[in-house]
């Protein structure tokens, strides 16, 4: 590190007076140096970069937080400073070689600020717990967002030392009312800027949800499936509360930033419930039961409107139907699951999306809501399904015929859908007539003609679908 210093005297006369200081082990000049590098140029900012990274030798990692380890603590705790500093204000794609060789390094002093000054009540505590929490969330952050080898894989999912630090981030951010710890303020350079520890963690999370030792580790900290799932859908349903939902106004630049990390971090949180629930079925019915879907079109519901954007809009709307789709692959009981999807609004949102052109994303979502009707269709023998949707169709017709009558694929489908559903209630209705002299089970006659009909109705399904046609009954 001490090679670069006929590069240090490319700075103007007083960063490197204080450059020099740190070298020297100096807390002070550390301090003042992060505080005056708000100012500095990029070209400042890249040579100084070798600086920050000096001080954070693992073999002076204490054991324990005590007044005789006090200057290699700040040493360290300035060197995050600088680097969360350095990069937040250049481009982290185009210069991360410095985080990346030295992760190995940084990863432990984030533990140890974790463990000490997070987790942990010290006797000693040099750093106080809400500048720690923002500290480490901030460099876990930039870990995740430069910290990709060439191969793309990631350092932060692929330290495991790691793991516990950011499930309990994400725990601790859930549970705190304290609105200083959930404001993080973290700008990023030409990304806009991150305003919500709620975000930041469920960004580290799925990241790393793909491991299932992390996964795992997120369990144990959660204490059982159960907290475990209630925890993840206390994200979903306090989106609403990390910005002002109510009449924003779009234009802004800042609304409109801030409604994309909302959609993004909702987006996030389906996959990241999606993903727990393909590894674990204790988990995918532990969601269930807790209304995960309940709770994540009602969500969607109210962004559908609101989302600035069409990538944005597409990846939360696939995100959503896509966990929908894989609970009526494999939940125990499906048609509680779509039943619940309706009353949460899953219809009028499908049609709301399909107007909306072709995306160029492997989730097209003209073929979402084409699988939406023909998972209905299937549906529609369950009395509960057709219950429902016998008292709301004619409200359909009023308010969403005329939004399907502008894209024609879709209008086919509602007209036939439409039809159907009508077709099947006076079908239900001769079965009342007839049902209790001839049998005992509700639904029977529904049944019957659905099963007489079902091999001209299965042409053109869709594969969704297919996967459906044998659901139980």
Known sequence: MISAESLLLQLP????????????????????LCDRITDCSVTDLWVLQPVFYMHLDTD?????????????IELARWSLVGIVTTLSNIDVHAEKRCLLSAWNCIAPWLLFFHNQFIMCGVNYRPIDRTPAIKLVASMLFHGLIAGRDSDGNSKLATTPILFRPIAELWMLAIETKDEDVLNIQMPLHDLGRITSLRLVTIFLVGECMRSESFVNTLVEVSGGIGPFTSAALKYVKAIASVTNLKDPDITSEAVRIELIQVVTMFSTCVGF??????????????????????????TLRILQPLIPGRGSTEKALASSFQYLFFLLERADVPVSVFHEALRARALEIAVRMAPFEPAKMEANLHNISA??????????????????????????????GPIARQDENLWKDWSAMERTIRSYVSLRSKEEMIRRPLSNEKGWFLKWHYKRHSAEAMRGMSSCAVLL???PA
């Open 371 to 400: 699988d939406f009707f023909e998972i209905l269709y299937h549906y529609l023998v369950h009395d509960k399904i057709l219950t429902y949707t016998c008292k709301h169709v004619n409200t359909w017709s009023n308010t969403l």
């Open 60 to 72: 002076h990692v204490p054991s324990q937080s005590t007044p005789a380890v006090t200057t290699d």
């Open 273 to 298: 419930i999606t993903g727990t629930s393909m590894q674990s079925a204790a988990i995918r019915e532990g969601f269930i039961v807790r209304h995960s879907i309940r709770h994540i079109f009602s």
């Open 469 to 471: 046609k044998a659901m």
């Open 13 to 32: 006369q007083d960063i490197l007076t204080l450059a020099r200081g740190v070298l020297d082990r100096s807390v002070t000049d550390f301090q003042q």
